[in-house]
C-alpha cells in the first residue's frame, strides 16, 4: 500500500529482460514499450495506487469477458481501490480501463506511459483520491454482458 507521499512502492523482486520477454512469448503479444521500461528500469508495485503487474503474473482476458475485451492484457491491478484493471488491448496497441461493477471498460490513454503521466499527475495533486476521481471521470463508459452473466440470474447469486 502506498504511504501518504510514495509515488511507486518497488516489489521485491527484480525483473530482467528475459521476464519480459517470456511474458511476450507466453502470451504471443508484443507487450507496450513504456511498460516494458518501467518494469525493466523499476520494477512491479504500487505505482499511484495502482498495482502495476510483474510479467510473470501477467494473463489474458479469457473468452468469459465476452469478445470485445477477449485477449486484453490486465498491465495494473486495483487501480482504484476496487479491484478494478488497467488493461491493453494488443490488437489497437491501447490503454483501458476495465471495470467489473458494472462490466465495461473505456479508453484511457494511447499508451504505458501516457497512462502512467496521467495517474502520476493525478495522484500528486491529490493523494487522498486523485486516481479515483480520475477513474470515475472518464466518458465514454462500455457496458458489456460477459458470458457468465447471460445466464437467467446475476453472477452474484450462487443459487
Known sequence: MIGAHELFVPAAAVIHDSDVSNAELRLSCNLPVGYKEFVSTLGSGAWAQSDITAPADLYAFDESVGHEMKGWIPLA?????CGNSVAFNCLDQKIYFCNHDPFGFVFVANSFEEFIQTVADRWLR????GTRLFYESLPDFKE????Q??????WWKFW
Not at 77 to 81: K, L, P, R
Open 77 to 81: 491491478e486495483n487501480v482504484d481501490g
Open 126 to 129: 491529490d493523494t487522498r483520491s
Open 144 to 147: 458489456v454482458i460477459p458470458l
Open 149 to 154: 452473466q447471460e445466464r437467467k440470474h446475476s
